[in-house]
């Protein structure tokens, strides 16, 4: 009897998370026991739109020489509630054309190898999205503390490099990445129509 209980809530408990959304654009989601709502958000010069959680707000200046210690650190730092997730876009004076993005994410990749060989790389993939070239890798990568989750992607605007990146915990990477692919999947640029 006790082993039918346990099977008619582990179904109950699948039940409740296949109704539970998952989709940025159709409303709240859930990641970490938190529940974000994204909105579209735009940058340089109301170039570039992409939907981000809207609670993510601008990281302080001292989180970011802790977080991000160089000195040619991204333009753009969100991040939510406790720092712990980030997302990031830097413009880059560096010529870019769409044809060109299979090979910056490749050689991008591969500088990261070289200099830290000790993390774990999965996807790299080149997507078209709203009629723009995109290309992104993902990687493990150790820290002090734990290791960490990172996201990299690659578009061009106006003839220049954007490079967005995203970082999580590792233990929540399962939980934050479709949410991750799903925010470039919604990367529009130029300016937007009804503007």
Known sequence: MKYDDEKIMELLNQAELAQKNNDILAGPVEAEGQEYTFEQRSFFGDQ??????????????DMQRVKYPYEDRPAVILTNARGEVDITLQHVDQPLQDSWVQELTAGMKQMIKNMQPTNVFYDEKIISVHGKTIGYFDFKSPALDQPAYRLQFFLELNGETIIGGFTCPYKSYQQWRDLVLQMIHTIQTGSLKGE
């Open 48 to 61: 570039l739109h992409i939907h981000i959680p809207s609670s993510f707000k601008p990281m302080s200046r």
